[in-house]
């Protein structure tokens, strides 16, 4: 029920978006109003408002199930694992990240919840693959992989990684709300 709802909603979105589109489009018949929407579409670009790709990098992070690894049941891979490698793929110069398509942007949660990690408030299984993309230098990102999975990860999981000359992610899914605050005006 919940599922069909958010897929009625995510559609009307794309619809409402396009109208918007159309109308940017009819707007931008002057100089001025160009530069506007070249701006505006940056901002999006760097808010993680629009779909992107690029070259970058694709980790894959499968839970180990044999008889000589820790149940992984008992022992999943947890938030604060994932956050450190989202963070050092950042610092070696991630541009745009997601995990599991869902995109992460300065608002962005990833916490445990009960036996799942949720990140901006969907869920993803702890016991199933985790696919982790992230575009940037791919030789840089490639290069930094050998020392940012933490040594737990790579005891319980199985981590592999490759390299593309295009990686796609797709736009942030959650709102981006703000109530408090509020722009300085300098003087």
Not at 5 to 22: D, G, N, P, R, T
Not at 88 to 102: K, R
Not at 159 to 181: F, M, Q, R
């Amino acid at each position: 029920q919940l599922k069909k709802q958010k897929e009625e909603l995510e559609k009307a979105v794309e619809e409402l978006e396009v109208k918007a589109a159309e109308y940017e489009k009819e707007a931008t018949e002057d100089t001025k109003n160009q530069r506007l929407l070249e701006e505006l579409n940056n901002t999006r670009l760097r808010a993680g408002l629009t779909n992107v790709e690029g070259p970058g990098i694709t980790i894959y992070i499968d839970p180990k199930t044999s008889l000589f690894t820790p149940q992984v049941e008992d022992d999943p891979i947890q938030d604060y694992e994932l956050l450190y490698i989202v963070n050092e793929l950042y610092a070696a110069g991630a541009e745009a990240v997601s995990i599991n398509d869902i995109r992460l942007i300065g608002n962005s949660s990833i916490r445990i919840a009960g036996n799942s990690i949720r990140i901006n408030g969907e869920r993803i299984s702890q016991q199933e693959r985790i696919v982790i993309k992230a575009i940037g230098n791919k030789t840089i990102l490639e290069g930094a992989m050998g020392w940012f999975i933490p040594n737990r990860v790579k005891r319980i999981c199985e981590v592999t990684s490759e390299t593309k000359d295009n990686i796609k992610i797709k736009k942030a899914s959650i709102p981006v709300n703000y109530e408090h605050i509020k722009e300085v005006q300098e003087n």
